[in-house]
């Protein structure tokens, strides 16, 4: 790999971007387009074909359609490393409510057949349309780097089933395989701010949907039923016990029941009760540990209270704890530091409790390859300026993504997510000798 100091990555990165002020206004844009036409998860089909036509534009070798609605982009230049970055293009279940000329106003279809708003409320448009630039830079100064370009536009983060889709496709065997992925994801603090953090960067995830059964009866006549009201109630209580109970303290775990569904009118008890609940922690053991009480809690709780059968406990969707390499983390930060003013480059003082499915790319059927994701900011600088507090008390106050006011400042937000892209690129790819 490349052993070429930060100061001169970052000379090389400042010639690529010289091209940016040319490319932003088009790059803008597009990212209105995606934000204005937003596609939920596994239903990207507009959105792909946009950036299939955008890669092929910039002279990649393109294959649309890898793993669902996956698109993927090769620019080999000559020997050297090949170097895979990754950016999501899905968008989220939410009615948007931002009031900006470019608002969504689209709906899609569940499978269950109903339909739902849906709005860019990650910022995943952002990422896909950051990426685009960074493509269209780095092809037009093929002279500045040697190496191979893998480039990943990935479906369906928000379900965790794009990156598995694609690496199941065979991603690390029908394209070049990648000696360092790289991906980065928008976040609420000052447009400008780049967030990086060696080791978890993000902890797993495993959501859960569970049927308690019960037998239903008339409201009035409770000693006929076995209540799967009551049943749900005592687990959800009971449910709080692990973390509080079961878990060092020292550990970040979490333990959510997000939605509860049973019933239909107050004079009648149903015959079962639905919960869904979402597990957090940083290590796979850890959640093994957490899944294993939360079936021994479930099923212990319908056992005491009569159940006919013991609940269904179905694994919806998972991810593991994205696991950022420390040297390629260190590399790509220092690359950062050199290219952006004092005061941008703000390391991340803690994981972040959600989840990404771009920890698969670092670990997959037995291939490990160093990866790291990322963030940087997406607030209007006035807004996050006005705000006292430190990072985090700020970050709690600004408005959050998966909310329907996530409203992400363009064209800085986007400026940065280029140049982020271009110098992490950079950073293992090698220059040409002079
Ligand atoms: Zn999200
Ligand atoms: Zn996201």
């Known amino acids: 790999m490349t052993t070429e100091s930060p100061p001169d990555t970052a000379r090389r990165a400042r010639a690529v971007l010289s091209g940016l002020d040319q490319v932003l206004p088009d790059i803008d844009v597009l990212y209105q387009d995606l934000h204005a036409h937003p596609e939920l998860s596994g239903s990207e089909k507009r959105t792909a074909g946009i950036v299939?036509?955008?890669?092929?534009?910039?002279?990649?070798?393109?294959?649309?359609?890898?793993?669902?609605?996956?698109?993927?982009?090769?620019?080999?230049?000559?020997p050297g490393p090949v170097v895979g970055v990754r950016a999501d293009f899905d968008a989220l279940p939410i009615a948007e409510d931002t009031g900006l000329p470019y608002a969504s106003t689209a709906v899609g279809g569940r499978p269950d057949g109903t339909?739902?708003?849906?709005?860019?409320?990650?910022?995943?448009?952002?990422?896909?349309?950051?990426?685009?630039?960074?493509?269209?830079?780095?092809?037009?100064?093929?002279?500045?780097?040697?190496?191979?370009?893998?480039?990943?536009?990935?479906?369906?983060?928000?379900?965790?089933?794009?990156?598995?889709?694609?690496?199941?496709?065979?991603?690390?065997?029908?394209?070049?395989?990648?000696?360092?992925?790289?991906?980065?994801?928008?976040?609420?603090t000052r447009t400008g701010m780049v967030h990086h953090r060696p080791g978890i960067?993000?902890?797993?995830?495993?959501?859960?949907?569970?049927?308690?059964?019960?037998?239903?009866?008339?409201?009035?006549?409770?000693?006929?039923?076995?209540?799967?009201?009551?049943?749900?109630?005592?687990?959800?209580?009971?449910?709080?016990?692990?973390?509080?109970?079961?878990?060092?303290?020292?550990?970040?775990?979490?333990?959510?029941?997000?939605?509860?569904?049973?019933?239909?009118?107050?004079?009648?008890?149903?015959?079962?009760?639905?919960?869904?609940?979402?597990?957090?922690?940083?290590?796979?053991?850890?959640?093994?540990?957490?899944?294993?009480?939360?079936?021994?809690?479930?099923?212990?709780?319908?056992?005491?209270?009569?159940?006919?059968?013991?609940?269904?406990?179905?694994?919806?969707?998972?991810?593991?704890?994205?696991?950022?390499?420390?040297?390629?983390?260190?590399?790509?930060?220092?690359?950062?530091?050199?290219l952006f003013p004092e005061g941008d480059v703000i390391d991340l003082p803690t994981a972040n409790n959600g989840s990404e499915d771009f920890a698969y790319f670092s670990s997959w059927d037995g291939v490990s390859i160093p990866a790291t994701m990322w963030f940087y900011g997406s607030t209007a600088a006035d807004r996050w300026d006005a705000e006292p507090g430190d990072l985090r008390e700020r970050m709690a106050r600004m408005p959050g993504q998966h909310t329907p006011f996530y409203a992400p400042d363009r064209l800085p937000t986007l400026r940065r997510g280029v140049e982020t892209l271009v110098g992490a690129a950079l950073a293992y790819l090698p220059g040409r000798p002079s």
């Open 115 to 188: 339909t739902v708003p849906v709005m860019h409320a990650c910022g995943h448009d952002l990422h896909t349309a950051s990426l685009i630039g960074a493509a269209r830079l780095l092809a037009d100064r093929r002279d500045l780097w040697r190496g191979t370009l893998l480039l990943i536009a990935q479906p369906a983060e928000e379900t965790m089933q794009g990156a598995k889709a694609m690496l199941g496709a065979g991603l690390f065997d029908r394209f070049p395989r990648p000696d360092v992925v790289l991906a980065q994801h928008c976040a609420v």
């Open 52 to 78: 299939a036509d955008r890669y092929a534009a910039a002279g990649l070798d393109v294959t649309a359609g890898f793993g669902g609605h996956g698109v993927v982009g090769v620019l080999a230049n000559g």
């Open 201 to 338: 960067a993000y902890s797993g995830c495993r959501n859960f949907r569970i049927t308690i059964h019960g037998r239903g009866a008339h409201g009035a006549a409770p000693h006929w039923s076995v209540d799967p009201v009551l049943l749900a109630a005592q687990t959800i209580v009971s449910l709080q016990g692990i973390v509080a109970r079961e878990i060092d303290p020292g550990e970040m775990t979490v333990v959510t029941v997000g939605s509860v569904h049973a019933g239909t009118r107050p004079n009648i008890i149903p015959p079962e009760a639905v919960l869904e609940v979402t597990l957090r922690a940083t290590s796979e053991a850890v959640m093994d540990t957490l899944q294993a009480a939360l079936e021994r809690i479930v099923r212990g709780v319908a056992e005491t209270g009569r159940a006919p059968r013991p609940p269904d406990i179905e694994l919806l969707e998972h991810t593991i704890p994205v696991d950022n390499d420390a040297a390629v983390t260190a590399r790509v930060r220092a690359v950062h530091a050199e």
